[in-house]
């Protein structure tokens, strides 16, 4: 299983940006999400969205990010919106299949104040 993510960049604090993760060599069959680590901490799970379509959102991203996904394309969305210098990080597409996890490279995005 291969993730790749892209769509990272930088915003100013209100704007929004959109992420995309395409998995490939997986079928259909796994759930993914993204996660962040901003400098110096952990990172922390973002959103989730199952094979059902069920989502998952940290309490700080609630009602400014959207997680979907595209199941022909196998491919995984983030909407971040009214971004805020504390949403900067380096984000990682997640995948789990099989109750195995796997990770795409992170991309960055930058929210200046």
């Known amino acids: 299983v291969q993730l790749q993510a892209s769509g990272g960049g930088f915003v100013q604090a209100g704007g929004s940006l959109r992420l995309s993760c395409a998995a490939s060599?997986?079928?259909?069959?796994?759930?993914m999400g993204w996660y962040r680590q901003a400098p110096g901490k952990l990172r922390e799970l973002v959103a989730t969205i199952g094979l059902s379509g069920s989502t998952n959102y940290a309490d700080s991203v609630k009602g400014r990010f959207t997680i979907s996904r595209d199941s022909a394309k196998n491919t995984v969305y983030l909407q971040m919106n009214s971004l805020k210098p504390e949403d900067t990080a380096v984000y990682y597409c997640?995948?789990?299949?099989?109750?195995?996890?796997?990770w795409g490279q992170g991309t960055l995005v930058t929210v200046s104040s």
């Open positions: 060599g997986s079928g259909s069959s796994i759930s």
């Open positions: 997640w995948g789990r299949k099989n109750l195995r996890d796997y």
